[in-house]
Antibody
Framework: EVQLVEFGGGLVQPGGSLRLSCAASGFTFSDHWMHWVRQAPGKGLEWVARIGQHGSPTDYADSVEGRFTVSRDNAKTTVFLQMDSLRAGDTAVYYC???????????????????WGQGTLVTVSS | VVLTQSPGTLSLSPGERATLSCRASQSVSSSYLAWFQQKPGQAPRLLIYGASSRATGIPDRFSGSESGTDFTLTISRLEPEDFAVYYCQQFANSQWTFGQGTKVEIK
């Protein structure tokens, strides 16, 4: 059974740092791109970052570029999100998600997120 | 690429048909267009990928279609468990984006 479990959320002051982890199990972790997606209270979904199967490439939303860093440890089947220079606007539930990337017999490529964790809440406040 | 979903809220009764729209600001690859359902306090759940393919375990009352930069999620007959928020999502230029969501509420 595929499982993604996030932890590391909590209350942090503006300007502070926090490191989130997402422990994966039930699948071959190194076969998949992994993502972080966040959702501010009462708001919609916002994609945050992604990381390739072996640690690169990495890509970020403009809103977090230069402040957040995504990494992974395939031996520990865990993906991380290091969040620095946190702002009130970063307050959200942070989800990790697994990406499926494949091509069919016609040669069309498909990408989508098929499994999500339950999320961990990050609150940035003084 | 900006995804604009409409309407913001859809008020319908069980058994009715729901039609949700997602318009892309520019041409996107339909094979990278997905729809998710989210209920309060839960993670999003994949419904449709590749604009029209149902994910594993998704009932056939859910269907997706496309016309140019317009994508549609249709729920043929609403069941009580279908009242939720729905998001479209796409991938382009190494970035993923979500629409702002459509809430399907009980009338």
């Amino acid at each position: 059974e595929v499982q993604l479990v996030e932890f590391g959320g909590g209350l942090v002051q503006p300007g502070g740092s926090l490191r989130l982890s997402c422990a994966a199990s039930g699948f071959t972790f190194s076969d998949h791109w992994m993502h972080w997606v966040r959702q501010a209270p009462g708001k919609g979904l916002e994609w945050v970052a992604r990381i390739g199967q072996h640690g690169s490439p990495t890509d970020y939303a403009d809103s977090v570029e230069g402040r957040f860093t995504v990494s992974r440890d395939n031996a520990k089947t865990t993906v991380f999100l290091q969040m620095d220079s946190l702002r009130a606007g970063d307050t959200a539930v942070y989800y990790c998600a697994r990406e499926i990337y494949f091509h069919d017999s016609s040669g069309y490529y498909y990408r989508f997120f098929d499994y999500w964790g339950q999320g961990t809440l990050v609150t940035v406040s003084s | 690429v900006v995804l604009t979903q409409s309407p913001g809220t859809l008020s319908l009764s069980p058994g009715e048909r729901a039609t949700l729209s997602c318009r892309a600001s520019q041409s996107v690859s339909s094979s990278y267009l997905a729809w998710f359902q989210q209920k309060p306090g839960q993670a999003p759940r994949l419904l449709i990928y590749g604009a029209s393919s149902r994910a594993t375990g998704i009932p056939d009352r859910f269907s997706g279609s496309e016309s140019g930069t317009d994508f549609t999620l249709t729920i043929s007959r609403l069941e009580p468990e279908d009242f939720a928020v729905y998001y479209c999502q796409q991938f382009a230029n190494s970035q993923w984006t979500f629409g702002q969501g459509t809430k399907v509420e009980i009338k």
